[in-house]
């Protein structure tokens, strides 16, 4: 779920330096970062995105009996939310805005669906 978000952009940020005088807590700094950020360093954020939300869809559906499509989407629902936040409070480039917003409900849905198909009857 959030651990293998967490995972994947850990590898990405340790591939990629930040830049001299790099300050997390400044919108500035961070607005800069993102301009300079290599498209790979970007792909990985994605990459993180998807994994994160299938993987958290997946253990969502395995642990509910009653309908666990709707607790994987609820999940896809959350990383979202947050996000959307992200996208907020970080300027983008407009293509990582739409692909990121695009990729949990599909990727939580999916992992939902694949646990579905392995539950016990």
């Not at 978000?5 to 807590?25: K, N, Q, R, Y």
Request: aromatic share 8%.
């Amino acid at each position: 779920m959030a651990w293998s978000l967490f995972v994947v952009e850990t590898i990405g940020h340790s591939v990629v330096e930040m830049p001299p005088g790099f300050d997390a807590e400044d919108p500035a700094s961070l607005a800069a970062m993102i301009d300079q950020c290599p498209l790979a360093a970007l792909i990985s954020v994605l990459v993180a995105y998807l994994l994160g939300s299938g993987i958290g869809g997946f253990v969502a559906a395995k642990l509910a009996r009653p309908r666990p499509r709707v607790h994987a989407h609820i999940v896809g629902g959350l990383f979202l939310t947050m996000g959307i936040l992200n996208l907020v409070m970080i300027p983008h480039p407009l293509w990582f805005a739409v692909a990121s917003v695009l990729v949990f409900a599909p990727a939580a849905h999916v992992g939902g669906t694949l646990a579905s198909r392995h539950a016990p009857r």
